[in-house]
């Protein structure tokens, strides 16, 4: 018995330059495309006749972007949904990912070259489009967001038990590589200037927060995101625990003032929360 | 409002070493655990009175794994699962999750020397145990398991529109890295030898198989392992489309007879799905 | 025989915070250290009599961090291989190199709130120091600054044969991951204010160029360091050639303006250079 | 000044099927190429009249295989050195290297299908061929090569100083994950064969072993190998000492009978040498 299937495309790396004159303008894109429908036969008889190419999804990007270009990551990927879903019958649902990576230009001669551009990250914009016969649900979000707070970070109060080695402290680092992802309300919207709003909020939140745990500061992360962006309906938050140890320097006839850490990478903690109006 | 959230520890890496005299067991795993519950105030107000640190989840790894030794991943993911609800009152759900690596013994002498071993892979096996108060979940798996076919695969009879470019093909490379997750019935089971036979079933339908597309296969893969492990109640298989392109050669003045390809990462085909009693 | 050895300790991470009342300066480095030197006795009979643990050297990093604290890497990489020669008879050679990850502050309420980071990249700084008994060698560098031009470059004019295929363009994507160092003559310097005027003489000689080829580009960048950084004795870059391939829109009877492209990651041109004085 | 200079074409991955019947043969490589020359006014002048595209590097991959077939990857990367040495007068020195991932069959209906195969790794056969006017250096390697002894293995008698916190240990785990590349003396040769022969002997060599230093262990394994495969001219091993601690159960009243490790990842040991008749 079929309970659950899908198929796509992955990995669709788009790059579009806008010429105007001398001064291009640029967006990187990397697009998934996952259909869902009824696509039962295609599985168990090998039936392709309601099967979409993932090779025709991937070119469908291509086209769609050069005969109607891209503009915002949301804008592209609500136009590919509603493309894929009037072409295709039997399709239910069409989830459109896209990973938008940033280039900022390169300063040149006192000003822009206008046609030479630097990467910046390792964040990264996110959007997820979600498209049926009833509705679609648009979703934008921030990716490795590697952020770290030298203070007002503390974990005390914790419950002990006969496997706890942990000291309690007052004063640690914090640091994560953040993972947003928020729900818009309908309604027309100007998506750039949202996603800046948000993705302020969280920095600034996250630098004035006076922690008490990774999970405290995450959720006065996304509460402050629906105080402050009306849009917002929900935010989901990803916020892996990167352990930065104090080095014990005592055998070295040396005190450690909570300067020297190591960075560690395995194991993490790994705290999330999904919070809503 | 708060609709969602979990914690825990990701990455524990644990290497057991069991000595028989001059021979030596190795068990190779990395572990995550997962805990939902009544932690809201942990989120809201900094409270961490119920909040059993990550670092104490780790430390409760190696520990039990000292004290009842490692055998078969699930079972002791299940170990696991058992303490922390019962030491966590607030604690709802918990999910423990295992990979484990593979090593084989290095011949020597014409014999094993017993105490040296070598990785293989890149495949893995994994297990997750779900414990909540209600009752148990234990699935099993395979991960990175990397096949290809280079017979027996078409794909034809697909819809065209303005936008397919694709030939149809009747011998075309299937490859994929399969990612398998079953869930085993309830009561008592042999997880190895159960293991054993449905990462079998998986590895001779696959090569057996007449596909006509990958959802093809998937299907009748799974659908070989209900039919033959009477244990798994259902399964989902996610297999990539590692694409192989046959590479067009006349411009050489060369024929391609479907001998030559060119592997390709980006973009991917993405076929899922799960498949019950 | 023995031809040549070495050992040493690579992956040292160490995070420094420096903590001027409310304002935090933060130093993060990944650390290598290897050793060269009068060592045989350890290869062929297992004497570890001069052999310095490799777990010493990364304490020393950490030890010597919280000593003297960290300033420019390229100092702290001076002042580790200064030790290491000094106590280790049998060394000859020692060759620490660091790896500078980038870190500015968040902006809060119109302000840096002075103790919360964002990680910025993925560019890195690195530093090498190579210091014998007879003198030091000190190397810096840049190493993942992925950089693009969409404009003001070419390939031409290339030899043809039964084997080619690819089209003359005046007008491609030029984009590479740069990965630059270059070495400093003798002599007291301000290393950080030396790094800034050579990444920024590669950036803008990058963005400025008229480019014939990957190698025209790299040349001139090279030269161009030379040319306005005194303190330069030579220089080596690595730049792959990340192809972007504009997309074939004819079967969708659509035109490519030179707008859409795929970005690809295998295969990818290689090339690189060392310019001297 | 121009001190050096390379280009080339890296990561050309090309996956060779060739049918016997129902029984096919796998070839998968992945083939880098980088010539040395006359290239100077490339760089200098963007003089692209002598600089062979990269692009045609990798179409000459694809048609050689195609024409003339894939052996073993040394015999494939001589015809390649030969064919560009051939072709370009101002190319002093090419470089092939290839890497050959591992493929075996899968078993089906107690035998072999004979068209589905399974990756097996992680590790994988190297090769590269160094041509010039003068002549060929053949070199043949391993990669990846994850071994693990758990018995057999110390590390003590090293120096102490104010930084040394390592304990002396007569019995710990050695693990690493070898790279190995020799170099064949001039003449013809089975290369699969001694390729296994010498791949045998450092796994054979490595099990034996009473190791007390990676390095101890590193010498012994390329002393054997030219010991008994006399075409082995010179070996060069590496070999990352990747850490198994012990942990630390005494917190939790339990003794650690040097059976619970964890695995860690950075920092690690590294070690190397070549060794020589």
């Given at each position: 018995m079929f309970v659950e299937a899908a198929y796509g495309k992955s990995s669709v790396r788009l790059v579009r330059v806008t010429r105007h004159g001398d001064r291009h303008d640029l967006r990187d894109?990397?697009?998934?495309?996952?259909?869902?429908?009824?696509?039962?036969?295609?599985?168990?008889?090998g039936d392709n006749a309601g099967v979409l190419p993932t090779d025709t999804m991937k070119n469908t990007v291509y086209a769609l972007a050069a005969r109607d270009g891209v503009s915002e990551p949301e804008v592209f990927g609500l136009a590919l949904a509603r493309h894929f879903l009037d072409r295709n019958p039997v399709l239910h649902r069409v989830r459109i990912?896209?990973?938008?990576?940033f280039w900022k230009r390169i300063p040149a001669d006192g000003g822009d070259r206008g046609q030479a551009f630097q990467r910046v990250g390792p964040d990264a914009r996110t959007a997820r489009i979600t498209g049926?016969?009833?509705?679609?649900?648009?979703?934008?979000?921030?990716?490795?967001?590697?952020?770290?707070?030298?203070?007002?970070?503390a974990f005390t109060g914790y419950p002990r038990d006969e496997f706890t080695t942990l000291p309690e402290t007052s004063d640690r680092i914090?640091?994560?590589?953040?993972?947003?992802?928020?729900?818009?309300?309908?309604?027309?919207?100007?998506?750039?200037?949202?996603?800046?709003?948000v993705r302020g909020t969280l920095l600034e939140t996250f630098a004035e927060h006076d922690s008490r745990s990774v999970q405290h500061?995450?959720?006065?992360?996304?509460?402050?995101?629906?105080?402050?962006?009306?849009?917002?309906?929900?935010?989901?938050?990803?916020?892996?625990?990167?352990?930065?140890?104090?080095?014990?320097?005592?055998?070295?006839?040396?005190?450690?003032?909570?300067?020297?850490?190591?960075?560690?990478?395995?194991?993490?903690?790994?705290?999330?929360?999904?919070?809503?109006?």
């Open positions: 894109l990397t697009v998934a495309i996952r259909f869902e429908g009824d696509y039962g036969e295609s599985y168990t008889d990912d896209l990973l938008d990576h049926t016969r009833e509705g679609t649900v648009v979703e934008a979000g921030v990716t490795d967001l590697l952020i770290m707070k030298t203070g007002h970070s914090l640091a994560t590589s953040l993972t947003a992802t928020w729900r818009y309300s309908d309604g027309p919207r100007d998506f750039g200037t949202d996603w800046l709003a500061t995450l959720y006065h992360m996304g509460e402050a995101v629906l105080r402050s962006v009306e849009a917002v309906e929900s935010i989901h938050l990803v916020m892996p625990n990167k352990h930065h140890l104090p080095v014990d320097l005592s055998p070295f006839g040396l005190g450690n003032r909570n300067e020297i850490f190591v960075a560690t990478t395995e194991p993490f903690g790994l705290i999330e929360a999904t919070i809503a109006r």
